[in-house]
């Protein structure tokens, strides 16, 4: 069964809005209470990944990338094992694959880490592209 499937990514035009969905296996989302983090990541070509916005699917904590604070918003719906990414504003700067990532440790507090490595589970990605 595959861990984690990602949906909602498309071409928008600057300042416009996608929401992505991360839907996980019951298996995956229930993961142990001393991995609770999932989140969103994005890769664009030539550069570096990023931790957009991370979730502590237990507390609810939510962390956001410097650049996206503001714009993205990370919500879950337990009920659904699915996490979300709502994107506003949208920048050409955004344009990347975004993967889904999960069973992260948490740190003391309960802040989920920025460092994909730090995530043992990952979706396929879906391809978000933002034209000015």
């Known amino acids: 069964q595959v861990p984690m499937v990602e949906s909602g990514g498309g071409s928008v035009q600057a300042g416009g809005s996608l929401r992505l969905s991360c839907a996980a296996s019951?298996?995956?989302?229930?993961?142990?209470?001393?991995?609770?983090?999932m989140g969103w990541f994005r890769q664009a070509p030539g550069k570096e990944r990023e931790g957009v916005a991370r979730?502590?699917?237990?507390?609810?904590?939510?962390y956001y990338f410097a650049s996206v604070k503001g714009r993205f918003t990370i919500s879950q719906d337990r009920a659904k094992n699915t996490i979300y990414l709502q994107m506003n504003s949208l920048e050409p700067e955004d344009t990347a694959m975004y993967y889904c990532?999960?069973?992260?440790?948490?740190?003391?507090?309960?802040?989920?880490?920025?460092?994909?490595?730090?995530?043992?589970?990952w979706g396929q990605g879906t391809q978000v592209t933002v034209s000015s």
């Open positions: 990532a999960a069973d992260g440790e948490a740190l003391y507090g309960g802040y989920c880490r920025s460092e994909g490595s730090e995530y043992n589970s």
């Open positions: 019951a298996t995956t989302y229930g993961f142990t209470n001393s991995r609770p983090c």
């Open positions: 979730i502590n699917r237990l507390s609810g904590g939510t």
